[in-house]
């Protein structure tokens, strides 16, 4: 995938009001990091304002919700994570795994909203912003940044996917405005374990006031975000004018 700098800079373009500001890819020369402390370092630095599109693949891609009548569910708006205020929560005692390297994510199940798809991996485009799925056979599947935390890593794992599409109607994220606290979302990992995270709340943000430390804020136990567009739709400039997440932590790891 495309390189980004090589290292976080503070005179970043400010970002665009319809996108996202996501976490940057960290420098191509740098080696693999040793340990998952090591990652969330590099992971902790490299948060700088970025921007990714989810729930359009071009002007082509008109919003579902408005040419069908039909809404997504809505979270509430700028509703903050627990685990984000306050004194910071110690690590679940049910998570034995919390802490240490995690193999990457391959298919994520969120049974409340019927959400079962293959987890793909997305990176950085050349102007640095996250790569989404793209229209084709991977579009409506959920996509890991590969340059978080993996799934059951300390530090907040991000997972993306589309709300939906004009060709295809609601994509796999149409429904994550749904959950609510304490619903389960089951990912399943390349060494055949499965991490399983507890929602601890769900939020709508403006995309032109999106809270970064928020959603991408260093964390003392493994967490996940869940990421997708929401809110009303501009028909002006196809878009969404608002971002759903989801914040999720691990509860426990099973084979």
């Known amino acids: 995938m495309p390189t980004a700098p090589s290292e976080p800079t503070n005179d970043s373009e400010p970002t665009a009001p319809s996108k996202l500001p996501a ?26 304002a970025l921007i990714v599109v989810l729930g359009l693949a071009g ?19 700028g509703n903050v994570a627990p685990s984000q205020t ?37 990176g950085l485009n050349p102007d640095r912003t996250m790569e989404v799925p793209q229209p084709g056979p991977r579009y409506d599947q959920a996509a890991w940044y590969r340059y978080s935390p993996k799934p059951g890593e300390v530090g907040p794992a991000v997972i993306i996917g589309h709300i939906d599409s004009a060709a295809n109607g609601p994509s796999v994220f149409f429904k994550l405005g749904q959950l609510r606290p304490g619903q389960r979302i089951d990912v399943s990992r390349a060494d055949n374990t499965t991490a399983t995270f507890e929602v601890d709340s769900v939020a709508s943000y403006p995309k032109e006031s999106f809270p970064i430390k928020t959603v991408y ?9 869940l990421i997708t567009c929401g809110g009303a739709f501009d028909d002006t400039n196809r878009e969404y004018l608002d971002n759903t997440v989801v914040f999720a932590h691990l509860a426990a790891t099973t084979p």
Do not use: C, F
């Open 217 to 225: 804020g260093d964390t003392v136990r493994p967490e996940l975000r």
């Open 59 to 77: 002007t082509a891609m008109l919003g579902y919700a408005l040419t069908h009548q039909q809404d997504a569910p809505s979270a509430q708006a």
């Open 86 to 122: 306050g004194q910071p929560p110690a690590p679940p005692a049910s998570a034995p795994s919390a802490g240490q390297d995690a193999a990457s994510p391959t298919s994520i199940r969120i049974p409340t909203i019927n959400v079962s798809s293959p987890i793909n991996q997305v």
């Open 23 to 48: 976490p940057s890819e960290p420098a191509p020369a740098e080696p693999a990091p040793a340990n998952t402390a090591k990652r969330r370092r590099r992971w902790r630095m490299s948060v700088v």
